[in-house]
């Protein structure tokens, strides 16, 4: 019986060829497409998802009124882990994470710039990241202590035991490796080369910052009898009975659980919101089933035109005594064998396109092939497949009438609505709908990255103030000046693309009492203006020759100056954290943030500041040079004054552009999708268009020896098949054009739909289509009447 059905499949595959290879190509091509994104959905929701203790751990947040709005964050005061510790038993441990970049690790003559992590003592026993070597409990307990993951081991020591090994970090002091740590995966927030605990930090920076400082990430564990609902209510007001400030503006904390860090942690007016990253997880989870709808339904359509071929098999069948369940198994068991086949053409297109895929996202996917799960995933995945390919062919194969068929009077239906009908209109829905998608989603990326910036990229280059730099900032600055290698050069506390640092509570002349606006805050000593090609429509720019005083000198923005109300601005003061600062200048709004969001209220204070200090060194090279050279004389001087570290720097155009990765990213994905959707769409328009020419081909004779044209015949066999595409037009233009004015609603600052996006759609959706039938039209067109009527 077996051995039976094989033979029918594999005869029914050889007899035809062509519809065969259609059949397998757009179902593997749908399925390696569902796959890839399967794979990318699988890493999203497994995010820190390995850790022994997730069900217990939590992040603090903030919730804190401000201008009108309840605003909530995940970073808080560095004093709140002991706070917590001691205030509430219900929780096991707290653990804080401060991130430590461009670090120098010196091994002998080996010297490495290293990323990682400050964390307390605990976070080893919170987290559970594999360790190789050393005793997760006590490794980050002494003050000089260093663990390393198992990759910057090797890159310090070889292949060395680096237990016990003495490394100097940042040229000052010596640590002891305690531990090696597996790699970090790449499914956690956590992303480090090395560990050092938190009570080095306090070495080298002094004591914890107070309750006014808001800028640690910080974790609880709760006991395992504890639960949420007894600790929230505790932890709400836990700030205010340490700050007086926070008990006055009603602040408040509160714990985020481990399951909703990646997907979820978007909070609109003090509310969890449900968007984030499931958003995204979601729109491509539907675009991956709607890829293998579109495939299966290819396979069905394909099934049901060619059904006159196989209906006087199903009638002779039926005169034997076989039942409809027998055939309906029959046609059910051949849907899956030819799934069968195009799996494994799938996993092929997965494997050689994973490569590809990860860089385009920016992960390191994988089929585990040494996972049981994996294929009994896969098995499930084919079994899926070939059901919901088959399911309607075999019902309606297995529907025919023995009598009728026999007889020879079986015809096809040519009604005016058919299920292939609608099938054919629901794959090109898909396929317009994410054409339309693709075109807006690009457009707000384009719109966004030509939103005028504020301050001139070309040729601004940026370098941290690492090792020497700090004491021989001067120096540096002179000589690079001096030699021509750049204009201009001042120094802040971060990149002219981030914010580091912003609160509330400023004083001004005629502060509205009730006034709780949040600005961004930046530093720099002076020539900023001249650097950045900041625009000053009032004042200037700091200048500490010309005004000593300009070191408690202070330039504000437009966003700030709407915000403070000054008609004349210029010698007015501003009170912050403990300083009087003067207005010495105003500039237009400059992107500090994200693109996509409106400028904030922005702060630039003068060099005096105590809270924030110097970190950045800014450049702004010499045009009229080479770049290339420019940078070989930048290196040389940097290297002659801070002669341990690597000259690593940063072009400001390049970090701008970082901005974009993500809706980049979701744009590029978004088009190949669309572009695999309608290459699957297009394989079974193809192959209908190819059976329609078959099956009309006496008809097409008839009419060519009554004198019809080819270019008649040709739109006589295309016509029908754009009917159905602009009907599928015609219902994919007000679903595209809601699910993407919901999308640009996450989006302050965002592009309008508008109308010819819709029009251009449409007109490549039924460019497509007549170009994917045209060919099998005109073939049939051309053909001599006389050998289709020859056997007339």
Not at 459 to 475: C, V, W
Not at 556 to 582: C, R
Not at 691 to 705: H, P, T
Not at 757 to 769: D, Q, R, T, W
Request: aromatic share 12%.
């Amino acid at each position: 019986m077996i051995r039976n059905f094989f033979k029918v499949v594999y005869r029914n595959l050889l007899r035809n060829k062509g519809f065969s290879a259609i059949n397998i190509a757009g179902l593997a091509v749908g399925m390696a497409a569902a796959i890839l994104i399967l794979l990318w959905i699988q890493d999203e929701q497994s995010y820190d998802e390995f850790h022994k203790n997730k069900d217990r751990i939590y992040e603090v947040w903030n919730r804190v009124p401000f201008d009108g709005k309840v605003s909530c964050w995940n970073t808080v005061s560095a004093l709140t882990a002991r706070a917590l510790e001691k205030d509430l038993p219900e929780i096991a441990r707290t653990v804080r994470v401060n991130t430590n970049d461009n670090m120098l690790f010196s091994v002998g003559d080996k010297k490495l710039m290293k990323s990682g992590m400050t964390v307390d003592t605990g976070f080893l026993q919170m987290f559970s990241f594999p360790m190789l070597k050393g005793n997760p409990s006590t490794a980050l307990y002494d003050i000089h202590s260093v663990v390393l993951t198992e990759k910057t081991a090797k890159s310090l020591f070889g292949h060395e035991d680096a237990m016990g090994k003495i490394i100097k970090i940042d040229n000052r002091d010596n640590f002891t490796v305690t531990g090696i740590l597996k790699d970090p995966p790449n499914n956690t927030r956590f992303d480090f080369e090395y560990l050092l605990p938190w009570s080095s930090l306090k070495y080298r920076e002094g004591e914890d910052w107070g309750w006014s400082d808001n800028s640690t990430p910080t974790y609880v564990m709760l006991k395992p009898n504890a639960t949420y609902a007894a600790v929230a209510p505790k932890i709400k007001g836990l700030k205010q009975q340490y700050s007086d400030e926070a008990k006055k503006i009603k602040w408040e904390l509160f714990i985020y659980p481990l399951h909703r860090w990646r997907m979820y942690s978007s909070f609109t007016n003090g509310v969890e919101d449900n968007g984030g990253r499931s958003t995204f997880v979601k729109i491509f989870g539907i675009i991956s089933g709607l890829i293998l709808l579109i495939a299966c339904i290819n396979f069905m359509n394909l099934s049901t035109a060619r059904s006159e071929k196989r209906a006087k098999e199903v009638g002779i069948r039926k005169v034997v005594g076989a039942q409809k369940s027998s055939l309906i198994s029959q046609f059910i068991g051949e849907s899956v064998f030819i799934a069968f086949l195009a799996g494994i053409v799938a996993i092929i297109i997965v494997q050689i396109s994973l490569p590809s895929y990860n860089q385009l996202t920016d992960k390191k996917l994988f089929l585990n092939f040494g996972s049981i799960y994996t294929w009994v995933a896969f098995i499930g995945f084919i079994l899926f497949t070939g059901l919901l390919a088959g399911s309607y062919p075999a019902f309606f194969l297995s529907s025919f009438q023995p009598v009728k068929v026999l007889k020879g009077t079986f015809k096809k239906a040519n009604a005016l609505v058919t299920p292939r009908k609608i099938l054919v209109i629901l794959q090109f829905t898909f396929a317009t709908m994410l054409i339309i998608c693709t075109i807006i989603v690009k457009q707000q990326i384009d719109y966004a990255r030509d939103r005028e910036t504020g301050y001139n990229k070309d040729n601004l280059i940026y370098h941290f103030m690492t090792g020497d730099i700090p004491k021989n900032y001067a120096l540096i600055k002179n000589e690079l000046l001096e030699s021509g290698i750049a204009t201009s050069i001042t120094r802040t506390n971060s990149p002219l693309t981030e914010r580091w640092s912003n609160g509330w509570g400023q004083n001004w002349e005629g502060k509205d009492p009730d006034d709780k606006t949040s600005f961004d805050r930046y530093l720099s000593d002076e020539g900023l203006g001249t650097t950045a090609g900041l625009q000053f429509i009032e004042g200037r720019d700091f200048d500490l020759k010309k005004f000593p005083t300009d070191s408690t000198g202070l330039i504000i923005n437009e966003s700030a100056l709407k915000t403070m109300k000054f008609k004349d601005p210029i010698g007015k003061i501003v009170s912050d954290l403990g300083i009087d600062w003067h207005i010495v200048g105003v500039i237009k709004d400059f992107i500090l943030t994200s693109p996509y969001e409106p400028t904030r209220p922005i702060l630039i204070c003068g060099a005096k500041s105590s809270f924030m200090s110097f970190k950045v060194i800014q450049i702004k090279l010499n045009g009229h040079n080479a770049t290339a050279q420019n940078l070989k004389k930048v290196a040389a001087i940097f290297k002659k004054y801070n002669p341990e570290y690597p000259f690593e720097y940063k072009f400001v155009d390049e970090a701008y552009a970082e901005k974009f990765d993500n809706e980049q990213r979701q744009g590029t994905l978004a088009a190949l999708f669309a572009g695999l959707t309608i290459f699957i769409s297009c394989l079974g328009l193809f192959g209908l268009a190819t059976y329609m020419a078959e099956s009309r081909i006496k008809e097409i004779g008839v009419r060519k020896v009554l004198g019809a044209s080819i270019t008649n015949i040709t739109t006589l066999l295309s016509k029908d098949f754009v009917k159905l595409v602009i009907i599928s037009f015609v219902i994919a233009a007000p679903l595209s054009y809601w699910s993407m004015y919901k999308w640009l609603q996450d989006y302050e600052y965002h592009v309008s739909i508008q109308w010819w996006v819709f029009a251009a759609a449409c007109f490549l959706s039924v460019a497509i289509a007549i170009l994917t039938v045209s060919y099998q039209s005109i073939k049939a067109a051309l053909v001599n009447p006389v050998k289709s009527l020859r056997k007339e």
